[in-house]
């Protein structure tokens, strides 16, 4: 099969940890005879060095015509980079938001699986972690407050800042289908996740989802509010399969979920439209107070360009190689910094991210 990709390493430590994504890719190609052809873009900070904004229409157009797009991570440090001098819709974030709404992108997967190999890195209490957990968060990612109208005014001397957190039926209804088809390939149960006890946007997603629901008598859905959520999380994380959010609570609480797997630096995610094309990345940032110190854990975007080979090229059996590659190494006792600890007894080994990935491409 030939595969076409589109790749944006970013900023920070986004290049380092796609070239690794991009090692793995080649090794599994070489493996199961396909041919892969990736083209770079740029995006966020690296496009506004180079363009003087955050994504260019060339960019665009090149993702378009890729079948998937692999990106590292975009952004800097808020407080020392320049771009953030800059009007915020020519920050580096402008650049993700503007791809993911010009893709229509509006459904985000983020699998957050405790892996027995990495349970002495979960903080939470031993009876909790021993229990382990698979869930996947579907956060919607085009509406919302995230696209909402926002302005800032001075209004009687005072300064006054709006966002508008908005969705229509339709938006609420597409994604809520997404989860419903997606529990009922998995344990066939969708907690979704709102604040219906003080917002109307969350009135109307919880009685559009409990329509969606009536379509799939298999699947179990109950409702839950998000601050309670944020607690569960911590409290029982075992209970979720699929939970089912809008955009921001699901930015929020897919953090949240990384951090009891382990490290944000293990949660890979897949941002879907209709189609098979999809922008696979890590959930985390990019990190640059680690850039270009071969420190990074390259993993979670290792696990996103396994997510590509499913959602994208239906490619399941490379997937799971990929997936098994990351488990052995997890086993045999590799960590880079992030989930490594150095209890004594811990046998573990110390690496980099460039020896990580070469360590995952070797057991494809
Ligand atoms: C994420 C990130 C982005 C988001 C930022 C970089 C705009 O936090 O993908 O979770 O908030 O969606
Ligand atoms: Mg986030």
């Not at 994380?237 to 699929?242: M, S």
């Not at 809008?246 to 941002?271: C, H, K, T, V, W």
Request: charged letters at 25%.
């Amino acid at each position: 099969m030939n595969l076409n990709i589109t790749c944006i390493p970013g900023d920070g430590i986004g290049p380092e940890i796609l070239s690794e994504a991009k090692k793995v890719l080649l090794k599994m190609a070489e493996v199961y005879s396909h041919e892969i052809l990736f083209t770079d873009i740029l995006m966020g900070g690296a496009s506004i060095d180079a363009h003087g904004v955050p994504l260019t229409e060339d960019a665009v157009l090149k993702a378009k015509k890729a079948d998937a797009v692999l990106m590292g991570s975009i952004g800097g440090d808020p407080v020392v980079s320049p771009w953030y001098k800059l009007e915020p819709k020519l920050r580096p974030e402008a650049g993700l938001l503007k791809l993911r709404k010009e893709l229509n992108l509006f459904a985000n997967l983020r699998p957050a699986v405790l892996y027995d190999e990495l349970k002495e890195a979960c903080p939470l209490r031993e009876e909790i972690a021993s229990c382990g957990f698979d869930m996947l968060i579907i956060r919607e990612l085009t509406g919302g407050l995230y696209f909402g109208e926002r302005k800032t005014v001075i209004e009687n001397g005072l300064r006054k800042a709006y966002d508008t957190l908005v969705y229509d039926e339709n938006e609420v209804r597409r994604i809520a289908v997404k989860a419903f088809e997606i529990a009922s390939k998995r344990k066939n149960q969708v907690i979704s996740v709102d604040k219906a006890n003080v917002l109307d946007s969350s009135r109307l997603w919880r009685s559009v989802v409990d329509e969606v629901k009536k379509d799939y008598p298999d699947v179990t859905l109950s409702h839950m509010l998000v601050d309670n959520c944020a607690m569960q999380l911590v409290k029982n994380p075992a209970q979720f399969d699929v939970i089912l959010t809008e955009n921001m609570f699901g930015d929020i609480l897919s953090d949240e979920a990384s951090m009891i797997a382990g490290s944000i630096g293990m949660l890979p995610s897949a941002s879907l439209n209709e189609t098979k094309f999809g922008l696979y990345e890590p959930s985390h940032g990019s990190a640059p107070d680690i850039a270009g110190l071969d420190l990074a854990n390259p993993l979670a975007t290792i696990l996103s360009a396994a997510m590509m080979l499913t959602y994208s090229f239906s490619l399941d059996k490379e997937a799971a190689a990929i997936e098994k590659a990351v488990k052995q190494v997890l086993r045999e006792g590799y960590r880079t910094g992030d989930i490594y600890s150095d209890k004594a007894a811990s046998g573990l080994t110390k690496v980099g991210c460039r020896k990580m990935g070469e360590l995952v491409a070797e057991r494809i």
